[in-house]
């Protein structure tokens, strides 16, 4: 196994599972990470950024202002159509660098919007979903990051559905009750059943 895909729904718990199979030597490609760093001051988005949607979405420090351009591309389905164009083909670029450069190492493709995009999955040998009920979303992303409720249902109502996901995985890890004890033991089996 070289290439898998790591997704799930905002609060599932997927960045737990690919800091576990980071810690197991998976070479990890953050496609979030990616996205930070092409829209942090200087970014090689930033200019196309300020050119597409002017220079309101762009923070005092020169970074894109996350929330105004969020706030935007929910609200108008053509301004996320265009940051999507701008941002996805330079994170697919900067992510297959990435794969490269891990040598012999498996690499966990870390993709948010992976179900949505079959251009990801065609670069997948294996697929696995981490999965939990839209409450359990709701409550982690609040407690986590101060949001309130109708902002993270706003989040969720622009991702794939948990069946969508369900749909595409070759394995699911249902993080709904577990423990996070028990949501690494569960991302350790995977990953040695197909790593070994």
């Known amino acids: 196994m070289r290439h898998i895909g790591l997704t799930g729904g905002i609060g599932s718990g997927k960045s737990t599972v690919a800091a576990v199979w980071s ?27 300020r050119s597409a949607f002017g220079s ?7 970074a894109l202002d996350r929330d105004r351009m969020r706030a935007l591309a929910f609200a108008d389905s053509t301004a996320r159509r265009r940051l999507e164009a701008i941002l996805h ?8 660098q990435q794969a490269v450069s ?10 948010p919007l992976l179900t949505e995009s079959s251009h990801w999955r065609a670069r997948c ?35 794939a559905t948990r069946v969508a996901r369900r749909a595409i ?20 089996a995977l990953w040695a059943l197909w790593t070994t």
């Open 23 to 49: 810690s197991l030597g998976a070479r990890l490609v953050d496609t979030d990470g990616i996205a930070r760093s092409l829209t942090a001051p200087g970014g090689d988005a930033i200019a196309a950024l």
């Open 102 to 111: 891990a040598g012999g190492a498996t690499v966990v493709f870390d993709v």
């Open 125 to 159: 040998e294996r697929i696995v979903v981490v999965d939990c009920s839209e409450q359990t979303q709701i409550e982690r992303v609040m407690r986590r990051s101060g949001w309130r409720a109708e902002q993270v249902r706003g989040v969720i109502a622009q991702q």
């Open 169 to 188: 995985a070759d394995a699911v890890i249902d993080n709904d009750r577990l423990s996070l004890s028990e949501l690494r033991a569960q991302a350790e």
């Open 56 to 62: 309101d979405i762009i923070d005092a420090d020169g």
């Open 89 to 96: 083909p330079m994170i697919g670029t900067r992510a297959m």
